[in-house]
């Protein structure tokens, strides 16, 4: 079992911000996935604080973000790490209108999920989940004060 302290210590992530934005907080979180059947029977998805996680399951990672500023907050991106006891979920970055690219060399490098590519042996390929590292979300707008929103990721706990 992991617990949610090594999973949140695991999580700190980056997020740069412009010298006049300083009203931008971010709060993280780490939540396991729940599934459960709905009144059709049909799966559905609910979330829970990651107190205890076992191998294979699912884990969101969050970054909540809020302007409490008086100035627009230009120019931001959010940059959150994978923790290596996780493995990302394909397709799963969600939130912030922008440029969503990732990196597989522990942030390092940055490009569209198709165009992260690695050295295996004498060629290049595109990384597998399991290899990317960081995941970078490059705002399109500015966040204007009193403006807040989420971002997030899921994962697989190995």
Do not use: C
Request: aromatic fraction near 6%.
């Amino acid at each position: 079992m992991l617990r949610a302290t090594a999973f949140a210590l695991a999580m700190l992530g980056v997020f740069t911000i412009p010298a006049h934005a300083t009203g931008l907080k971010a709060t993280q979180t780490v939540e396991v996935a729940i599934v459960s059947n709905d009144a059709n029977g049909e799966d559905a998805l609910t979330f829970a604080p990651a107190t205890d996680v076992e191998p294979g399951q699912q884990v969101r990672y969050s970054l909540s973000y809020a302007n409490e500023g008086s100035e627009p907050a230009d120019s931001v991106s959010l940059v959150m790490p994978i923790p290596s006891e996780v493995t990302y979920l394909e397709s799963s970055a969600a939130g912030a209108l922008g440029t969503l690219t990732f990196s597989a060399d522990n942030g390092q490098t940055y490009a569209t999920r198709q165009a992260v590519m690695i050295a295996d042996g004498d060629r290049r390929r595109v990384a597998n989940a399991s290899e990317i590292t960081h995941i970078k979300w490059a705002f399109s707008a500015p966040i204007a004060p009193a403006d807040s929103g989420a971002i997030s990721y899921m994962a697989v706990l190995k």
